[in-house]
């Protein structure tokens, strides 16, 4: 039998501790507030669809390697990072899900015109 020791260290070792420290690192009051200001941007903009937020990709590895292959932009005032369209349609295609099969279509469009 398994204990749940041993089923909580297998999903631990698939944890990317990097948002977790950062998010420790403020003040409680801090992260509640930082929640609720993308709760209001994700409300004000419902028309933005899904956001992930993830620090590992499949086919695409943690963070810190896809930095070199992300570019900075601004959508609605905000600055944040995302992936280049080769490296987008690379990992969708690894992920292998149906629903990002069909996300493709638009990213190769987008770099057929590039």
């Not at 004000?44 to 899904?50: M, T, V």
């Not at 810190?64 to 992936?83: A, N, W």
């Not at 069909?102 to 015109?113: K, T």
Request: with cysteine.
């Amino acid at each position: 039998m398994t204990s749940i020791d041993e089923i909580i260290a297998l999903y631990m070792r698939d944890v990317d501790m990097t948002l977790i420290d950062e998010a420790l690192k403020r003040m409680p009051q801090e992260r509640i507030e930082a929640l609720e200001e993308f709760e209001r941007f994700r409300e004000e903009h419902p028309d933005l669809g899904w956001l992930d937020l993830l620090g590992e990709i499949t086919g695409g590895g943690p963070y810190e390697s896809l930095l070199p292959h992300s570019v900075q932009i601004e959508i609605y005032g905000r600055s944040c990072r995302v992936l280049d369209l080769d490296t987008l349609i690379r990992t969708k295609k690894a992920a292998g899900r149906p629903r990002d099969f069909e996300a493709i279509a638009e990213p190769e469009a987008l770099r057929s015109r590039q």
